[in-house]
C-alpha cells in the first residue's frame, strides 16, 4: 500500500510539473492574445451585423473592440514594459528610453504607459469615426460562394496546412533517421507558418461572412437557384472547419515537438555555423615546453 501511495505521489508530482511547464505558459499566452482575439472578433461581428440589419450586434461589436483596445493600451503595455522596449529598440532609437541597457527602469516603464495612453486615444478616434459610418443600417449585397472564389481560397488555404504539417514532421523523421536537416527547415520556424496559416483561415472567413446560408422564407425561384449551394451536401464551409480542426491539431503537436527537438535542433545550427577558426584549439605560445618548438 505504501509502495502504491509513492507511487501515485510521483505521478501527481510529475502532472503538476507538466502543468507548470505547459499551462501556465499557455494560460499567459491566452490572456494577452484575449486584445487581439476579441479586435478581429469584433469586426467580424460587425460584417454580420451589416449583413443581418442588426444595430445591437454592430455596437456589440464596436464595445468589443473598444474594450480590447482599453485593455491592450493601458494594462497589456504595464505588464508587458520590458519586452515592448526591447522590441521598439530592435527597431531604433526610441526618445526616453535607453537602449543599452537590457532592463527597464520605472522611468521607462512611464514613458512606455503614456505613449499606450496616446495610442489608445488614437484608437478611440478611429473606433468613433467608424462607428457613426456603420451605426446606421446600410445595404449589405448578397454573394453566392463562387462569387467571392470561397472554394479557391479554401483549398489553397487546406494545401497550405497541409505543406505546414509536412514541415513540422521533418524534424522528427531527421531524428529517427540520424539525419542532419536541410538549413531551411532550421531558418524558417514552425510559429512563422502557423501566423501565416492564421491569416489565412482568417482570410476564409472574412470571405464566407460575405455569403448568405440561410434561404429566404419569400424567396423566389430566382433566388432559389442562386443560392443552390445551400441544397449540396459538403460546401466550402464544411471544407474550412475541417482544415481549422487540423491547423489546431498540429499547433499542438508543433509547440510539444519544439520542446523535445529544441536541444537537437539548436545543435545542428551550432554545427552549421561552425567555421575553420573553432575547429582550431587555442594554443597557450608563452607555455615552456613549447618554446623548443
Known sequence: MLGGACSALVRGSSMLVLCYAYCIPLLKFLYFMMGPFFIVFGMFALKRGMRLRSQSLRQTAFFLMFGSALKMCLFDVYMLAEGVKDKVCIAGKFPALDCSVASISPHETLVLSF??????????????????????????????????????????????????????????????????????????????????????????????????????????????????????????????????????????????????????????????????KDLIPDVDISNPALKGN
Open 115 to 276: 505613449f499606450g495612453i496616446v495610442l489608445l486615444c488614437v484608437s478611440c478616434m478611429v473606433l468613433f469615426h467608424y462607428y457613426r459610418v456603420y451605426l446606421p443600417d446600410r445595404k449589405f449585397k448578397d454573394y453566392t460562394p463562387d462569387e467571392v472564389h470561397l472554394k479557391f481560397w479554401v483549398n489553397v488555404t487546406l494545401w497550405s496546412v497541409i505543406v505546414m504539417g509536412l514541415w513540422v514532421a521533418a524534424p522528427w523523421f531527421g531524428a529517427l533517421l540520424g539525419a542532419a536537416l536541410p538549413r531551411i527547415f532550421l531558418a524558417v520556424k514552425w510559429k512563422t507558418l502557423a501566423l501565416f496559416n492564421l491569416g489565412m483561415i482568417l482570410f476564409d472567413f472574412w470571405k464566407m461572412e460575405s455569403v448568405t446560408w440561410e434561404q429566404k422564407a419569400d424567396a423566389n425561384k430566382a433566388d432559389r437557384a442562386r443560392r443552390r449551394h445551400l441544397q449540396q451536401t459538403w460546401t466550402s464551409k464544411d471544407t474550412l472547419w475541417m482544415t481549422i480542426f487540423l491547423y489546431l491539431l498540429l499547433c499542438g503537436l508543433s509547440y510539444v515537438g519544439n520542446d523535445v527537438l529544441g536541444p537537437k535542433n539548436a545543435n545542428e545550427q551550432t554545427q552549421h555555423r561552425m567555421g575553420v
